[in-house]
């Protein structure tokens, strides 16, 4: 938002127990905050759950179809879930917090949600209490009678503004965005609709649709290859060798992790040793020592490092994409490519990216940042493994997924309760009563107990009355 001299005004989602919008502009306002949210999160700024279908109305069905594999989004598949995405997300901030309550300092990433609560408004309205203390806000695209209103009027002024957090927000101009100009604003998260298709990427010809396609596989693309899930090690032409040195696989994961974007020498200090490094020359010797170890795997004399790391004008470090990828960009890539395809196509595309995931993402790494990228790792391949289960042609296919889905996220209970209900529809009692056993376990060994919810459907399934 801006004042009429130019000047910004934010305005805090977190204290606003809700934001609807109202009047002729709402609808260009909501996309245009979308819109801007999203980018952050590809940035790794913040995450947005939000609706599929909702989506697909702000954006239109061509870009909504495209962002599905971003960085930092969760898509629900109805406001149901989505909730429950939400409330897996304060149960682990409301964790985190409660570990930590001795820093005064510690900042939780934000997150909006994005949905359409229908005849969930007043478990929505409970989850925002915590909006505030646990870095949540969200933008409600229905009836909301709590919270704070908006009336946005067709040239993008608020015409009126009640409830909480809207002090001096009146007669302000709001930010809107038209679908035709959807895609603009997102390009910087989403492949560029004019890029033309590597031969990897093709698919089959309309008239050798009778034929059935090739698995989708992660294409060759460059010489090397840099592995972060599961184990640390780079590979090419010459070979493949482990990487010991704790502060080279911190700088590779750095740099994984800003595919995109140049990071400075200031960064990399501040990230690996707090801003001060432990010798004068540590950052040099260690960017030197990481060129070589990519030198060797492609095969290539140390003098050429700066082909593989590249120092772009002197002003950030990033890895050749030329050259090297790593099996984390393999994975998204795929699920990015698993949101435009149909349900057969997208079924092999995510089971392609789940089966990169050997195990966890960079694994001992004695960072925050790191454990904050893990964590969104694995948000996106339990849920791929979520839709896998939906679009799975038998039913014991389905739990499969789901099982492993809780394998990887033990904690994650809604997951418990898809199974349970899986386990319904096999007729497999005693699966139901491990499944409940196998979570209270967990749940025991973080101090905690199964949700009201979980209990309930428990006895429910298990109840022969």
Same mark, same amino acid.
């Given at each position: 938002?801006?004042?009429?001299?130019?000047?910004?005004?934010?305005?805090?989602?977190?204290?606003?127990?809700?934001?609807?919008?109202?009047?002729?502009?709402?609808?260009?306002?909501?996309?245009?905050?979308?819109?801007?949210?999203?980018?952050?999160?590809?940035?790794?700024?913040?995450?947005?759950?939000?609706?599929?279908?909702?989506?697909?109305?702000?954006?239109?069905?061509?870009i909504a179809s495209r962002i599905g594999g971003i960085a930092g989004l969760?898509?629900?598949?109805?406001?149901?879930?989505?909730?429950?995405?939400?409330?897996?997300?304060?149960?682990?901030?409301?964790?985190?917090?409660?570990?930590?309550?001795?820093?005064?300092?510690?900042?939780?990433?934000?997150?909006?949600?994005?949905?359409?609560?229908?005849?969930?408004?007043?478990?929505?309205?409970?989850?925002?209490?915590?909006?505030?203390?646990?870095?949540?806000?969200?933008?409600?695209?229905?009836?909301?009678?709590?919270?704070?209103?908006?009336?946005?009027?067709?040239?993008?002024?608020?015409?009126?503004?009640?409830?909480?957090?809207?002090?001096?927000?009146?007669?302000?101009?709001?930010?809107?965005?038209?679908?035709?100009?959807?895609?603009?604003?997102?390009?910087?998260?989403?492949?560029?609709?004019?890029?033309?298709?590597?031969? *990897?990427?093709? #698919?089959?010809?309309?008239? /050798?649709?009778? @034929?059935?396609?090739?698995? &989708?596989?992660? $294409?060759? +693309?460059?010489?090397?290859?840099?592995?972060?899930?599961?184990?640390?090690?780079?590979?090419g032409p010459a070979g493949a060798c482990g990487v010991q040195a704790a502060?080279?696989?911190?700088?590779?994961?750095?740099?994984?992790?800003?595919?995109?974007?140049?990071?400075?020498?200031?960064?990399?200090?501040?990230?690996?040793?707090?801003?001060?490094?432990?010798?004068?020359?540590?950052?040099?010797?260690?960017?030197?020592?990481?060129?070589?170890?990519?030198?060797?795997?492609?095969?290539?004399?140390?003098?050429?490092?700066?082909?593989?790391?590249?120092?772009?004008?002197?002003?950030?470090?990033?890895?050749?994409?030329?050259?090297?990828?790593?099996?984390?960009?393999?994975?998204?890539?795929?699920?990015?490519?698993?949101?435009?395809?149909?349900?057969?196509?997208? *079924?092999?595309? #995510?089971?392609?990216?789940? /089966?990169?995931? @050997?195990?966890?993402?960079? &694994?001992?790494? $004695?960072? +925050?940042?790191?454990?904050?990228?893990?964590?969104?790792?694995?948000?996106?391949?339990?849920?791929?493994?979520?839709?896998?289960?939906?679009?799975?042609?038998?039913?014991?296919?389905?739990?499969?997924?789901?099982?492993?889905?809780?394998?990887?996220?033990?904690?994650?209970?809604?997951?418990?309760?898809?199974?349970?209900?899986?386990?319904?529809?096999?007729?497999?009692?005693?699966?139901?009563?491990?499944?409940?056993?196998?979570?209270?376990?967990?749940?025991?060994?973080?101090?905690?107990?199964?949700?009201?919810?979980?209990?309930?459907?428990?006895?429910?399934?298990?109840?022969?009355?």
């Amino acid at each position: 938002m801006g004042a009429k001299d130019g000047t910004p005004v934010a305005i805090d989602l977190t204290r606003t127990r809700g934001l609807r919008l109202l009047g002729h502009g709402a609808q260009a306002a909501e996309r245009a905050l979308l819109a801007q949210l999203l980018v952050k999160a590809g940035r790794g700024d913040c995450r947005v759950i939000a609706t599929q279908e909702n989506l697909h109305r702000l954006l239109g069905t061509e870009i909504a179809s495209r962002i599905g594999g971003i960085a930092g989004l969760y898509v629900a598949a109805s406001a149901e879930d989505a909730l429950n995405q939400l409330g897996a997300e304060l149960v682990q901030r409301s964790r985190e917090v409660d570990e930590d309550r001795t820093s005064r300092e510690r900042t939780l990433m934000p997150l909006v949600c994005f949905l359409d609560p229908g005849e969930h408004r007043e478990r929505l309205k409970a989850d925002l209490g915590l909006g505030a203390s646990r870095a949540v806000g969200a933008v409600v695209l229905g009836d909301w009678p709590h919270g704070t209103t908006l009336t946005i009027n067709s040239d993008g002024v608020v015409a009126d503004a009640v409830g909480l957090s809207c002090d001096g927000l009146m007669n302000l101009q709001v930010d809107r965005l038209q679908e035709a100009d959807v895609a603009d604003r997102l390009a910087a998260i989403i492949p560029a609709t004019s890029k033309q298709p590597t031969a *990897a990427e093709k #698919l089959p010809d309309r008239q /050798d649709a009778t @034929v059935p396609g090739p698995r &989708p596989v992660v $294409p060759s +693309g460059p010489p090397g290859l840099i592995r972060l899930i599961g184990r640390y090690e780079v590979s090419g032409p010459a070979g493949a060798c482990g990487v010991q040195a704790a502060d080279m696989r911190a700088l590779l994961a750095l740099l994984a992790e800003n595919r995109t974007t140049l990071v400075t020498q200031a960064v990399i200090e501040d990230k690996l040793w707090d801003g001060e490094p432990p010798s004068r020359h540590r950052f040099k010797v260690l960017v030197k020592a990481t060129r070589g170890k990519l030198c060797d795997a492609l095969g290539l004399p140390s003098s050429q490092g700066t082909a593989v790391i590249r120092n772009t004008g002197g002003y950030g470090y990033a890895i050749n994409p030329e050259l090297f990828t790593c099996d984390v960009w393999q994975l998204r890539d795929l699920l990015t490519k698993a949101a435009a395809l149909a349900d057969a196509d997208k *079924a092999a595309a #995510l089971e392609a990216a789940v /089966d990169l995931y @050997v195990g966890p993402y960079l &694994p001992d790494l $004695p960072y +925050g940042w790191a454990h904050h990228d893990a964590r969104n790792l694995v948000r996106d391949v339990v849920q791929a493994l979520s839709q896998l289960a939906t679009l799975a042609d038998t039913r014991e296919r389905g739990v499969a997924y789901l099982e492993r889905a809780t394998g990887i996220d033990p904690a994650a209970e809604h997951l418990y309760r898809a199974r349970m209900h899986a386990y319904t529809d096999l007729g497999q009692l005693t699966a139901i009563h491990n499944c409940y056993d196998q979570l209270v376990e967990v749940l025991k060994e973080r101090g905690r107990r199964p949700e009201a919810q979980t209990v309930q459907l428990y006895r429910r399934l298990t109840d022969p009355n």
